[in-house]
């Protein structure tokens, strides 16, 4: 990614952003399903990270925590 945004740079394995993809999917799909009020509103914010972090293959609290997952 770029190196002038270090949030962005990948560092996630491809396991790890299956993982998130699938994770992110289910957890929109049960809330937009079987959720309502707050609920919904955590599931939707948690599966919409989880998805998105998963598709980009970065993650920012990874970063921030300085875990990298993806071999180099």
Known sequence: ???NCP???KNENKTDR???VV???VILAAGLIK???GM???ALVAGTVLLFTGLVGSCALYT???INTLKK
């Open 64 to 66: 921030l925590l300085g």
């Open 1 to 3: 990614m770029n190196a």
């Open 18 to 20: 299956i993982i998130r």
């Open 7 to 9: 949030v962005l740079s």
């Open 40 to 42: 919904l509103v955590t």
């Open 23 to 25: 994770a992110g999917a």
């Open 35 to 37: 959720l309502s009020g």
